[in-house]
T-cell receptor, first 112, second 116 residues
Framework: SQQGEEDPQALSIQEGENATMNCSYKTSINNLQWYRQNSGRGLVHLILIRSNEREKHSGRLRVTLDTSKKSSSLLITASRAADTASYFCATDDGGSNYKLTFGKGTLLTVNP | NAGVMQNPRHLVRRRGQEARLRCSPMKGHSHVYWYRQLPEEGLKFMVYLQKENIIDESGMPKERFSAEFPKEGPSILRIQQVVRGDSAAYFC??????????????FGPGTRLTVL
């Protein structure tokens, strides 16, 4: 798999349900970040988790990081139709922390 | 607080023409990064610049592509003699600090380049 690869590729849920997306990576990292991209638009930064952190919360978002498994998950609770977007995880390579590598993303559709 | 500005938002060029993409970082940010997103793909790092310096251009194609971030004015990504394979969304990001263990990058809306 690629550095920063998300799964599933697509996820469709009903409003009010929780959505969980996963990200796997290969190399050591300093940080892992999650971004959202609405169709045809730019990226919005959601949350950054450092390699020495295991869990982080921001509003309805919960991110976990397991460096032993080189994986992260993004949980969106009580989803809304406005959460419909593509979600990307981005990792650095542990050395040059500015060189972010993105996966292909998870397309989340929240049905009203 | 204006975010990262990119222009134009959409650019159409014919094969062989030049494309110039501009990026103004967030106020107070002196580090700029360019990424390219091909259709159905994630973003790929191209180049990292500070004012008047190219720090890392390891993701840039060796030919036809160049980038600059002058002392005054926006950062410019220049693609000479464009080909159809250059059609993509080009995103600029900026950050207030460079190499550290914490590097949140703020992205602009992107420029969508279409080469006919």
């Amino acid at each position: 798999s690629q550095q920063g690869e998300e799964d599933p590729q697509a996820l469709s849920i009903q409003e009010g349900e929780n959505a969980t997306m996963n990200c796997s990576y290969k190399t050591s990292i300093n940080n892992l970040q999650w971004y959202r991209q609405n169709s045809g638009r730019g990226l919005v930064h959601l949350i950054l988790i450092r390699s020495n952190e295991r869990e982080k919360h921001s509003g309805r978002l919960r991110v976990t990081l397991d460096t032993s498994k080189k994986s992260s998950s993004l949980l969106i609770t009580a989803s809304r139709a406005a959460d419909t977007a593509s979600y990307f995880c981005a990792t650095d390579d542990g050395g040059s922390n500015y060189k972010l590598t993105f996966g292909k993303g998870t397309l989340l559709t929240v049905n009203p | 607080n204006a975010g990262v500005m990119q222009n134009p938002r959409h650019l159409v060029r014919r094969r062989g023409q030049e494309a110039r993409l501009r990026c103004s970082p967030m106020k107070g940010h002196s580090h700029v990064y360019w990424y390219r997103q091909l259709p159905e793909e994630g973003l790929k790092f191209m180049v990292y610049l500070q004012k008047e310096n190219i720090i890392d251009e390891s993701g840039m194609p060796k030919e036809r592509f160049s980038a600059e971030f002058p002392k005054e004015g926006p950062s410019i990504l220049r693609i000479q003699q464009v080909v159809r394979g250059d059609s993509a969304a080009y995103f600029c990001a900026s950050s207030p600090i460079g190499q550290s263990t914490y590097n949140e990058q703020f992205f602009g809306p992107g420029t969508r380049l279409t080469v006919l």
